[in-house]
């Protein structure tokens, strides 16, 4: 194989992870690379977390964590007095070889793209609410690649199965009376997703969701009506119950990849499918129309930050940087656009804060989804927990008169 184990590959694979993410690396590299190298097998899976244990939780409100983070001049809230929890699915950050699923290591060198993750996507909501995010045996990055692979499943049920136990451990170990956000990004969408189908929707808990901010996958259309047929799209800033859910390209990209596969879970099982029409919500506007937003909705993209720390990589090793803080919000920054096949095409980003230049002709902008409108985000969460707690305040009133 051209490049095999030498110089040349290392330096591609750095300037392709370095930077990018599930939809917007070339898949010819991420396959040629990081395919693990041994068939799945149940008997070699990391050892199963245990949630009793706080080591099993990236971020809980029993420790400090880099959740807690807001941006420059925005205040957070003291986690005893949020009024509602939030349940925060992590992206993929494991790529490394070895297994099919990660082995959560603190050591390694996904822990450092958990941390990246918690400063700059679940301390959205660090004003409002205290949040839950479980450690889990993700599926490889390359489980989305191998298409048709049965090993790919079966990570990919694993990674489920132990966010699934996550999710019963926070509901059993809580005031069942709190209202709580389901939150998740890339290959926590897709769990998510799933969880939404399995425990809320038609079921009594959907009561006490507030949304769903489920971003960063293509979510079908046909969701809707066959996986969580009872949780419509939010349609209005201030909607609960509801599912919010977009990925993000450069207006000046070919956009999402017509013949893209991905991985479905749907109550009937799996399938590697090509879903032409997807599902929007423009995070400006908070409506499902293909009207363009102006940038001057945009309340604030907070740049991401991350720092370079390539011999770690290479070495699969944490570098350790610990996020204290997570800048300031670039106002007016970007216009947004839900286009006809479910994308959401914003503003040029070339050579910008939010470029990602691991991306190909498609400009995807994936490992920004959130943060080029994260102060939006910020806000409509507090929109949603208010109108909630109303709605809530309202129905106790009447059934006590």
């Not at 136990?165 to 709580?180: G, I, N, T, V």
């Not at 599912?243 to 450069?250: A, C, I, P, Q």
């Not at 919500?281 to 991350?306: E, F, H, I, T, Y």
């Not at 803080?325 to 006809?340: D, E, F, K, L």
């Amino acid at each position: 194989m051209l490049f095999k184990n030498s110089p040349i590959k290392r330096a591609v694979l750095v300037a392709v992870l370095l930077i990018g993410g599930l939809l917007a690396f070339h898949k010819q590299i991420i396959a040629w690379y990081i395919n693990p190298p041994v068939d799945f097998s149940i008997e070699q899976v990391p050892a199963a977390p245990d949630y009793s244990q706080l080591a099993f939780w990236s971020a809980h409100p029993g420790v400090n964590d880099s959740a807690d983070l807001a941006p420059d001049g925005v205040t957070t809230i003291v986690p005893e007095q949020a009024p509602v929890d939030v349940f925060f699915v992590q992206p993929t950050t494991y790529f490394s070889g070895g297994s099919w699923n990660s082995a959560m290591s603190t050591n390694e060198f996904a822990e450092q793209g958990t941390e990246h993750v918690l400063a700059t996507v679940a301390s959205t909501f660090s004003s409002c609410c205290r949040v839950y995010a479980p450690r889990y045996r993700q599926a490889h990055l390359a489980a989305f690649i191998k298409t048709g692979s049965p090993a790919a499943i079966q990570a990919l049920d694993l990674a489920y199965q132990d966010v699934e136990q996550a999710f019963l451990y926070f509901l059993k170990h809580r005031d069942p009376a709190r209202p709580f956000i389901l939150a998740s990004h890339s290959q926590g969408t897709l769990h998510s997703l799933r969880l939404l189908a399995n425990h809320v929707d038609g079921k009594a808990l959907r009561k006490s969701m507030v949304a769903a901010y489920l971003i960063g996958y293509w979510i079908p259309s046909d969701a809707l009506t066959v996986t969580i047929p009872n949780i419509p799209l939010c349609t209005e800033a201030g909607m609960t119950g509801c599912l919010v859910t977009y990925d993000t390209y450069d207006v000046e990209g070919t956009g999402r990849d017509p013949d893209g596969v991905l991985p479905y879970w749907y109550p009937s099982g799996w399938e590697w499918a090509n879903r032409p029409r997807t599902l929007c919500v423009n995070p400006l506007s908070w409506k499902v129309d293909q009207q363009k937003v102006p940038k001057q909705a945009n309340l604030g993209a907070v740049p991401m930050q991350w720092k370079d720390a390539i011999p770690e990589l290479l070495k699969n090793q944490n570098p350790g940087f610990k996020y204290t803080t997570i800048g300031a919000p670039m106002v007016g920054y970007t216009s947004a656009r839900c286009h006809q096949d479910g994308s959401l095409m914003v503003d040029p980003q070339l050579g910008s804060p939010f470029d990602n230049r691991g991306a190909g002709e498609d400009r995807s902008l994936h490992p920004n989804d959130w943060t080029l409108f994260h102060m939006n985000i910020r806000q409509n969460a507090a929109d949603r927990v208010q109108a909630y707690m109303q709605s809530a305040s309202v129905a106790v009133s009447a059934i006590s008169e």
